[in-house]
């Protein structure tokens, strides 16, 4: 264990997967999945290949999940952020813009309930509005109904 230390999550995966008694990988997966891995960090330039670049690699190929890489069984235990499969900048964002959004979600609670209150009120006042002008139309055809009476009677 002190001697794969030293090496990447690449060659740890080569060591966890090669058969020395066959020389070779124990399945074409894996065999598949290392060259992959060696693929895309070739592709990097020389400088950009950290054992943390191994590490992005590794993941990207196999897959990630705290407490779990696919390929490599329960051997390698990654670092679990606050939330599984979201890194703890995208967790802190995601946290800041969920109490942003209760935050206007209250806001705009409130705003609808002013302006409920708001049409019931402009109700309330159509409804008095509207007695007074049916009120106002019977007085009125009341009297053009007594002057019709009273130029009926004279001659």
Partial sequence: MERKKDKNMIDFYKDVHWSNKKGR???PTTEDNYNQMVEKMNAKEPDARTDEAAANIFREVLGHRPGYSRGMG???MP????VPGVPNEEYE???KENE?????????QNRLKELENGVLAIQENMQAYEARINMRMSGVETEL?????TQAAVP
């Fill in 74 to 76: 329960h051997s390698v």
């Fill in 25 to 27: 990988f124990i399945t």
């Fill in 93 to 95: 964002r995601l946290a």
């Fill in 100 to 108: 942003q959004n209760k935050k206007n979600a209250e806001y705009y």
């Fill in 145 to 149: 109904e007594s002057q019709r009476e």
């Fill in 79 to 82: 670092e679990s952020p606050k």
